[in-house]
């Protein structure tokens, strides 16, 4: 196989920590790597080196043959490498084709070379089976509708070698799916992928290979054929670790909150219509469906920061109200599917 990537010594220090330790790596043409480990095993730190965010204190870095010069995104992205982050870097008040033209040209360009720009994105986007609204504002887009555009934007700069950092951590199953197929269709094509995760059962399927970091440093290299599940955490973690045990709930209790042909305002499918719904005391009801058919809306009900204008919906046995310190004073408790947008205000400290 043609190698495409070769990251020799790469050692990185904050302080006295040392947050990556002499580590190798490379990567072949049409592959899949997974970098595994646990959160703070120093994968993101090591994605960053190579694309220019941080700069190493020692080692080096090789793609398709050249020197990689350090600390700078710019030759990374000239070089042919393109990085998806964890936490999304896009524009919610622009468009998706202006999200995907940033950086690459001025904005306000003539027409005639707008929709020059606009028939490649559909052609890249047809390629790779990645299907999106140019002229849609982020802001109204789902979570996994915003990935995809962030995997475009790379496509589109010409990305050979594509970082994606835990792409899976703020997907449904459904998004996970269509990503995996998705990566299937980017390797057919050549394209080059480093996977960062710390999920067993996805790395052991979309991966060809997989390399373990820990604390720092390079544990374990194998071909993904050729490990299992439980190699797999004990090198992450340095022991052996006990599968959980799932054990059905004994009893299920009164019902403590219910739906009544609730219907929300809204546009589109970000609105509930006529939906029932019942959830008992001990009991896990898992709703699914695909992303933007109507899980913010049920979650913001829930949450009261959506009013239902039709149906009721009834709190241990009293009328819910539409306003959250109400909701939390009751002990109700939601966790976003973007908590870094809806969930937590960044400038703040954790007990504020």
């Given at each position: 196989m043609n190698t495409v990537l070769r990251l020799e010594g790469i050692t990185?220090?904050?302080?006295?920590?040392?947050?990556?330790?002499?580590?190798?790596?490379?990567?072949?043409?049409?592959?899949?790597?997974?970098?595994?480990?646990?959160?703070?095993?120093?994968?993101?730190?090591?994605?960053?080196?190579?694309?220019?965010?941080?700069?190493?204190?020692?080692?080096?870095?090789?793609?398709?043959?050249?020197?990689?010069?350090?600390?700078?995104?710019?030759?990374?992205?000239?070089?042919?490498?393109?990085?998806?982050?964890?936490?999304?870097?896009?524009?919610?008040?622009?468009?998706?084709?202006?999200?995907?033209?940033?950086?690459?040209?001025?904005?306000?360009?003539?027409?005639?070379?707008?929709?020059?720009?606009?028939?490649?994105?559909?052609?890249?986007?047809?390629?790779?089976?990645?299907?999106?609204?140019?002229?849609?504002?982020?802001?109204?887009l789902s979570v996994?509708?915003?990935?995809?555009?962030?995997?475009?934007?790379?496509?589109?700069?010409?990305?050979r070698i594509l970082i994606l950092d835990e792409p899976t951590a703020v997907l449904t199953p459904q998004e996970s799916e269509s990503l995996f197929a998705t990566l299937a269709q980017m390797v057919a094509q050549g394209l080059s992928i480093i996977f960062i995760s710390h999920k067993l059962g996805e790395v052991l399927r979309v991966s060809h290979r997989i390399a373990v970091l820990r604390g720092g440093r390079l544990v374990a290299s194998a071909r993904a054929g050729s490990t299992n599940r439980a190699e797999l955490a004990r090198w992450m973690v340095g022991r052996e670790v006990d599968a959980p045990q799932r054990r059905p709930t004994r009893h299920v209790g009164d019902a403590v909150c219910v739906l009544d042909r609730v219907d929300t305002a809204g546009s589109g499918h970000d609105r509930l219509r006529d939906v029932s719904l019942t959830l008992h005391a001990g009991e896990?009801?898992?709703?699914?469906?695909?992303?933007?058919?109507?899980?913010?809306?049920?979650?913001?009900?829930?949450?009261?920061?959506?009013?239902?204008?039709?149906?009721?919906?009834?709190?241990?046995?009293?009328?819910?109200?539409?306003?959250?310190?109400?909701?939390?004073?009751?002990?109700?408790?939601?966790?976003?599917?973007?908590?870094?947008?809806?969930?937590?205000i960044g400038d703040l400290p954790v007990w504020e």
């Open positions: 990185k220090r904050f302080g006295p920590l040392v947050a990556n330790d002499a580590i190798s790596l490379d990567l072949q043409a049409g592959e899949v790597l997974a970098l595994l480990g646990e959160n703070g095993a120093g994968k993101s730190t090591l994605m960053s080196i190579l694309f220019g965010h941080y700069t190493a204190d020692a080692g080096r870095i090789e793609a398709f043959g050249e020197p990689l010069a350090p600390g700078d995104p710019k030759a990374a992205l000239a070089a042919g490498i393109g990085m998806v982050h964890q936490h999304f870097t896009l524009a919610d008040n622009l468009s998706v084709l202006d999200n995907v033209l940033m950086g690459t040209e001025p904005l306000w360009r003539p027409f005639s070379r707008r929709e020059a720009a606009r028939a490649k994105l559909a052609a890249v986007s047809g390629r790779f089976g990645l299907p999106v609204k140019p002229d849609a504002r982020v802001g109204t996994g509708e915003r990935q995809r555009v962030e995997i475009l934007k790379a496509l589109y700069r010409g990305a896990i009801v898992a709703v699914a469906g695909v992303s933007g058919n109507g899980q913010v809306a049920l979650a913001e009900l829930l949450s009261g920061t959506r009013r239902a204008v039709g149906g009721s919906v009834r709190l241990m046995d009293r009328t819910l109200p539409p306003s959250p310190a109400a909701l939390v004073a009751r002990g109700v408790a939601r966790i976003p599917e973007d908590r870094h947008a809806v969930g937590v």
